[in-house]
T-cell receptor, first 112, second 114 residues
Framework: GNSVTQMEGPVTLSEEAFLTINCTYTATGYPSLFWYVQYPGEGLQLLLKATKADDKGSNKGFEATYRKETTSFHLEKGSVQVSDSAVYFCALSEGTGNQFYFGTGTSLTVIP | GAVVSQHPSRVICKSGTSVKIECRSLDFQATTMFWYRQFPKKSLMLMATSNEGSKATYEQGVEKDKFLINHASLTLSTLTVTSAHPEDSSFYIC??????????FGPGTRLLVL
């Protein structure tokens, strides 16, 4: 079946530090992969996505590359800011209109 | 602007009462909507798939008689938590399929059962 495994948090970084949040997946077909972000008190927002192998999704300085050979979609940012403090969810979906499978979420706190 | 809205955003109720949560697709029609439950510091768990014009499809372990889903129109799905108990306290989130494989998530409804 489909599942997503995400590194557990919480993660605490100093401002301008490098961020990596690991995400691996299992899927029966060829999924699309996503990173969603949830800021305190708000709903989920799409951060970036990749729909096929070797695609790189990027947004707001965050990047993730769809690695089929390692079934991974790790999230990276070169220099985090305090405003990046949030919970990050890795997710996969197979096909349009299909349900999402989420990782457990990783809480990130960036301190000045 | 928001693509998916939920109402209410927060509700507190007494144990034994029923609570209705609405999910509206604002920009387009949706024959399918999804309902998730998010526990504190946990991931989102799919509860059910809401289908316009037919019965909802529930995930294993979700009580269909307790969590009633009605997809009343192409823009509205409702989740009713019947005879709520404190263990039903949670964050309930709906989503609407978007273009490609993406989805739009509602802002969530926080339910607290006393």
């Amino acid at each position: 079946g489909n599942s997503v495994t995400q590194m557990e948090g919480p993660v605490t970084l100093s401002e301008e530090a490098f961020l990596t949040i690991n995400c691996t997946y299992t899927a029966t077909g060829y999924p699309s992969l996503f990173w969603y972000v949830q800021y305190p008190g708000e709903g989920l927002q799409l951060l970036l996505k990749a729909t096929k192998a070797d695609d790189k999704g990027s947004n707001k300085g965050f990047e993730a590359t769809y690695r089929k050979e390692t079934t991974s979609f790790h999230l990276e940012k070169g220099s985090v800011q305090v405003s990046d403090s949030a919970v990050y969810f890795c997710a996969l979906s197979e096909g349009t209109g299909n349900q999402f499978y989420f990782g457990t979420g990783t809480s990130l706190t960036v301190i000045p | 602007g928001a693509v998916v809205s939920q109402h209410p955003s927060r509700v507190i109720c007494k144990s034994g009462t029923s609570v209705k949560i609405e999910c509206r697709s604002l920009d387009f029609q949706a024959t399918t909507m999804f309902w998730y439950r998010q526990f504190p510091k946990k991931s989102l768990m799919l509860m059910a798939t809401s289908n316009e014009g037919s019965k909802a499809t529930y995930e294993q372990g979700v009580e269909k008689d307790k969590f009633l889903i009605n997809h009343a129109s192409l823009t509205l799905s409702t989740l009713t938590v019947t005879s709520a108990h404190p263990e039903d306290s949670s964050f309930y989130i709906c989503s609407v399929p978007g273009q490609g494989a993406g989805q739009y998530f509602g802002p969530g409804t926080r339910l607290l059962v006393l």
